[in-house]
């Protein structure tokens, strides 16, 4: 069956440092998304992208934080200048179509900001 | 969107049918309901959606009234490894985020 992948599995970064986080959809996926968890609550929205565009996005989602899809495959978050509040397990998901379809996240990343 | 709620825990015993209700008292006429389960240190999974009635799939059944003010999830013959937490979610045509609550802890005893 095929799987949303991210790398890496956990980041390690220091404040103020850039984080890159990379997810690659199940191919034929055109929706996508980030979610972040901080541990103990609640998983949150950040952004969805389709067609190379934010689409949607949450407060959460601020100038420190970009995403692309920068060679057709993988689709990257980006946290500009780390906090230790960014500390958490950050889901990608992909969905073939929009509106009410299933969504398919991967296994996450957790990012450690010291 | 409408609010959801629903239990924050349960507990179950191997075998047993585990039913979790949601409320969502403001359901819009194009809502669906939708339910994920997460397991510790993984990302969500969806488990079923529907609009009303019954839908069943492998896994679980989904029970919503014809008012469509709650759903109950129902998981039948429960082991534990179905331990997780169950998400209960409304989403609409247009949806694309998805809105997640605290969900219901389900804890397993053998």
């Known amino acids: 069956e095929p799987e949303v992948t991210q790398t890496p599995s956990h980041q390690v970064t220091q404040m103020g440092q850039e984080v890159i986080l990379r997810c690659v959809p199940i191919s034929n996926h055109l929706y996508f998304y980030w979610y972040r968890q901080i541990l103990g609550q609640k998983v949150e929205f950040l952004v969805s992208f389709y067609n190379n565009e934010i689409s949607e996005k949450s407060e959460i989602f601020d100038d420190q934080f970009s995403v692309e899809r920068p060679d057709g495959s993988n689709f990257t978050l980006k946290i500009r200048s780390t906090k230790l509040e960014d500390s958490a397990m950050y889901f990608c998901?992909?969905?073939?179509?929009?509106?009410?379809?299933?969504?398919?996240f991967g296994p996450g990343t957790r990012l450690t900001v010291t | 969107l409408a609010k959801t709620t629903q239990p924050i825990s349960m507990d179950s015993y191997e075998g047993q049918e585990v039913n979790i209700t949601c409320s969502h008292n403001n359901i819009a006429t194009n809502d669906y309901i939708t339910w994920y389960q997460q397991f510790p240190s993984q990302g969500p999974r969806f488990i079923i959606q529907g609009y009303k009635t019954k839908v069943t799939n492998e896994v679980a059944s989904l029970f919503i009234p014809a008012d469509r003010k709650s759903s109950t999830l129902s998981l039948p013959r429960v082991s534990l490894s179905d331990t997780a937490v169950y998400y209960c979610?409304?989403?609409?045509?247009?949806?694309?985020?998805?809105?997640f609550g605290k969900g219901t802890t389900l804890s397993m005893s053998s």
């Open positions: 998901a992909t969905s073939p179509r929009q509106g009410p379809h299933e969504q398919y």
């Open positions: 979610l409304v989403r609409n045509q247009a949806g694309t985020a998805l809105i």
